[in-house]
């Protein structure tokens, strides 16, 4: 095992240690230190625990992100939901992740109150994007034109306020929330079969920028740059 894989095999124990004291304590240096604490009596090397997180209790926030982006892009690959309707990729990826997480979601609240305070939004939209990147590629888009950044904009909005829904949700099995995020994919995609559909037209339609120039300058004049 190279050092990188047991330097997050310790990670990994000490954040499934301290998701325990997170309820309570937050994502802060009480519950990383439990954490830590629990990791050592397992029989981790206390040297390994102590270097595992130099960035203290938000480092240990954003492992916990990046560990549910991981679980979610393997168990989609492994269900094969790189495959399908667009509708069907997106929709099923996120209920995945949503049910790996459940056993989580008052640390994810305490997530979100976090990213709240002043300062840290650029550290959430940070990981937003990560999220939503993970969850168009485990659906197979391999975009790189404008399309990759309006997909992975639209997709923040639908998880974003499907997060929500889901974190006061309270119906069996989730049921709202899979209505929810069944609703928001929909209006989603015609929104973006419109996008395109205008961008067709404009790029039929001859650019007003000479006549209006001739209007402006007379005869002769040419658009600025």
Not at 10 to 38: C, H, K, Y
Not at 72 to 79: G, K, R, Y
Not at 138 to 159: E, I, P
Not at 175 to 204: M, P, Q, S, Y
Request: charged content about 25%; proline content about 5%; some cysteine.
């Amino acid at each position: 095992m190279s050092d990188t894989e047991t330097r997050n095999e310790t990670r990994r124990t000490i954040l499934q240690a301290a998701l325990n004291a997170v309820p309570f304590d937050g994502w802060s240096m009480d519950a990383l230190t439990a954490g830590m604490e629990a990791a050592i009596r397992a029989g981790v090397d206390p040297a390994q625990v102590r270097s595992a997180f130099p960035g203290g209790a938000n480092q240990l926030l954003h492992f916990f992100i990046a560990e549910a982006d991981r679980e979610m892009v393997a168990q989609a690959a492994a269900l094969g939901l790189a495959d399908g309707p667009v509708r069907e990729r997106i929709s099923g990826i996120i209920r995945l992740r949503l049910d790996a997480l459940a056993p989580h979601k008052e640390s994810i609240r305490r997530a979100l109150t976090l990213q709240l305070l002043p300062g840290r939004a650029p550290s959430a939209m940070r990981g937003l994007y990560r999220t939503v990147d993970a969850i168009w590629r485990a659906a197979g888009d391999d975009s790189t034109d404008f399309n990759y950044y309006s997909k992975r904009a639209m997709l923040a909005a639908v998880y974003s306020s499907t997060l929500l829904h889901w974190l006061d949700d309270t119906s069996d099995d989730c049921a709202e929330t899979w209505e929810f995020l069944d609703r928001r994919i929909a209006n989603t995609l015609r929104i973006g079969k419109v996008r395109r559909r205008a961008g067709k037209l404009l790029r039929r339609i001859p650019s007003p920028l000479p006549a209006l120039a001739r209007l402006r300058h007379g005869p002769g004049a040419r658009p600025e740059a």
